[in-house]
Every structure is written in structure tokens, then in C-alpha cells.
């Protein structure tokens, strides 16, 4: 099991950006897909961003492809979410979480039920 710790939300307002942290424990992070999801209150836990590997692959949502990037660092053990152009919609509890995924390696989980692991979540609020 890994363990996720979510860091870097916070209140921001439209246009802003934010950078959000996850760390991971274990010493097998580079194997693991990682994802980023969020939830708005009384909604689904939506898929946001994924990558595998070193990195270099990548897959985003429609609705923040151009304004999002995520990126590992895998000496590190962590996972980031770069945020830019934020839009009140945006607002939700931002989760990070670990895939064992080992399918094909084309392919990048995006769906809840492919992640083992999650963290508690952080909470970005993008005022009007």
C-alpha cells in the first residue's frame, strides 16, 4: 500500500494559479501510474490528470487540457499538478492517487476504479 499526502490548495481567485504536491511513500513510485482527481460537493469524483513512467506520458480531461500539466519527480517520490487560468469551476477536493495498472503500457488509468491508493484530499476554492 502506498501512502499519499496531498499538499498546496488553498483559495485563489479566477485566472490564478496553484501548484498542487502529492508525496508518496515506497520505494516502487516510478512503477505506479498517478492520477489526479476532484470532487465538487453533491458530485462524482472526476478524473483530472494521469501519467506513467518517468513522466513522459501524460493524459488530461477535456476541460483542463492547455491549463493544468502534471509531472513526477521520481527520486522525489512526487507527484504534481500545475494549475493555471483557474475558473470557479474548478473548485472541488483535489485527490491524488496510485495505480498498479499493468496493462499495456500505451495506456494511462483514468478511471477511479483503476487507482489503489488515495490521499485525503486537499481542498482548492477559485473565487469569481
Known amino acids: 500500500q502506498v501512502q499519499l499526502v496531498e499538499s498546496g490548495g488553498g483559495l485563489v481567485q479566477a485566472g490564478g494559479s496553484l501548484k498542487l504536491s502529492c508525496a508518496a511513500s515506497g520505494r516502487t513510485f516510478s512503477t505506479y501510474a498517478m492520477g489526479w482527481f476532484r470532487q465538487a460537493p453533491g458530485k462524482e469524483r472526476d478524473f483530472v490528470a494521469a501519467?506513467?513512467?518517468?513522466?513522459?506520458?501524460?493524459y488530461y480531461a477535456d476541460h483542463v487540457k492547455g491549463r493544468f500539466t502534471i509531472s513526477r519527480d521520481n527520486a522525489k517520490n512526487t507527484v504534481y499538478l500545475q494549475m493555471n487560468s483557474l475558473k470557479p469551476e474548478d473548485t472541488a477536493v483535489y485527490y491524488c492517487a496510485a495505480s498498479r495498472y499493468s496493462g499495456s503500457v500505451l495506456y494511462i488509468p483514468r478511471h477511479t476504479h483503476e487507482y489503489d491508493d488515495w490521499g485525503q484530499g486537499t481542498q482548492v476554492t477559485v473565487s469569481s
Open positions: 501519467t506513467r513512467g518517468s513522466g513522459g506520458l501524460t
